[in-house]
């Protein structure tokens, strides 16, 4: 390999891997002064003279022309008679100047120039997407899924740099193929045996601000501001909002006319529900808020405890401790407060639908209650275990569940 077809080589290197011009003729430089250095004992005494655009190459060594008998050193010295046979104008104490071809330092040496090189790249490389990605944790990247384990996800950037969507950092519902494109937030990069790790997240709280900021222009603008966030990801979330301009509705303005901003946020939060509140610093109406769609009826709150007990009717209840009791935990990590839910006494025989329980009861098996005529909880209580069993299609063990869940309302 000679010097032009080297340099071309990694000009085509340059390119491909964004190097400015600058950076590529100092690595250039550094890696051709290592290889005379080790093949000469010395380097002071040479020029490297580079020119990348071209593709030229041409490395040049001085020595010092002195009387013959007297070098002390080839590498610094020659002696005038050898001088003089190349220039016979030369004199002692001049300066003699020679090309050093590439191919003089062998084919081994140049072997090992071009791996040091490559070396020198990829840490460059390296140290570049490092770089890169360290400044932009907490954006949203878009990539395309290139391989899926068991544990994470890779995917590709448009440089096509590596970045890992781990599985404890994936909505639960999500479910991705090969090429299919992924929108995520750079959570954190690290160095690990000197190869960055850019870590992906699609749970993160701060996903969703962004995505937020990306949908809705008054959050971007900061006329909205997100004041915090918590989430079940894939389940729920709440989000509390304050504008200090008295002309816009925060909560309006997020959810947009007829939800058609906060859907494209709910489509790539494979349908998690997103609640949109009011913030607010009167704190007995923040806990109100923070239970909707709960319509509360009283409460009384221990600040020193931080702790809440919060009063409802009976149709009330299950809204607000929500499937799975989402809505009530998520209603606590926003307040900070911890909400216990209690029913309010009444004189009345209460009874309540079988539809207050669409969040904890599936809708088909409310169904198949309605068809045998039970419409509300008492109206299921009151037949036999045996019975439901035996007018309906459903298991003795999901008729157990069921009383259990309609008990529990009443007690």
């Known amino acids: 390999m000679n010097s032009v077809e080297l340099i071309e080589s990694f000009t085509e290197f340059k390119e491909f891997k964004n190097i400015d011009r600058e950076t590529m003729m100092n690595i250039l430089e550094d890696v051709f002064r290592g290889v005379l250095k080790k093949q000469y004992g010395e380097n002071d005494n040479y020029d490297v003279i580079i020119n990348v655009d071209k593709g030229d190459l041409e490395l040049w060594r001085y020595r010092e022309i002195v009387a013959d008998g007297e070098v002390e050193d080839p590498e610094i010295h020659i002696a005038l008679s050898e001088a003089q046979q190349i220039e016979p104008d030369f004199e002692v104490g001049e300066e003699f100047s020679e090309q050093v071809k590439l191919e003089d330092f062998g084919r081994r040496a140049v072997l090992a120039l071009r791996q040091n090189l490559v070396s020198k790249i990829t840490e460059l490389e390296k140290d570049s997407i490092y770089q890169k990605y360290k400044d932009r944790v907490g954006d949203i990247i878009t990539g395309e899924v290139y391989q899926i384990w068991k544990k994470e996800i890779l995917v590709l950037d448009d440089d096509s740099n590596e970045l890992i969507l781990p599985k404890s950092e994936q909505i639960p519902t999500d479910f991705f193929k090969k090429g299919d494109t992924v929108r995520a937030v750079v959570t954190k990069v690290d160095m690990r045996n000197n190869t960055p790790v850019i870590i992906l997240s699609r749970t993160s709280t701060i996903f969703l601000e962004r995505l937020f900021e990306m949908e809705v222009p008054e959050v971007f603008d900061g006329l909205i501001t997100i004041k915090k966030i918590v989430r079940e990801p894939g389940e729920r979330a709440k989000v509390a909002v304050e504008s200090y301009d008295d002309r816009i509705d925060p909560v309006g303005a997020c959810v947009g006319m007829k939800g058609s901003r906060i859907h494209g946020i709910v489509r790539e939060l494979k349908n998690e529900n997103i609640d949109v509140i009011n913030f607010t610093n009167n704190l ?38 929500g499937k799975g009791g989402h809505n009530i935990k998520l209603a606590g990590k926003l307040t900070g407060y911890e909400i216990d839910v209690y029913r309010e006494a009444t004189d009345e025989v209460e009874d309540v639908d079988l539809e207050e329980f669409a969040d904890e009861i599936d809708h088909w098996i409310i169904d198949e209650l309605k068809s045998i005529g039970c419409d509300t909880a008492r109206s299921v209580l009151e037949l036999p275990k045996e019975d439901l069993v035996k007018r309906t299609d459903l298991e003795e063990e999901t008729v157990e569940e069921i009383q259990a869940i309609l008990k529990s309302e009443f007690e």
């Open 284 to 321: 007995q109406l923040f806990i109100q808020r923070s239970l909707s769609p709960a319509k509360i009826s009283n409460m009384n709150i221990d600040d020193e405890n931080k702790k809440v007990d919060v009063y409802l009717k009976p149709d009330q209840v299950s809204l607000a401790i």
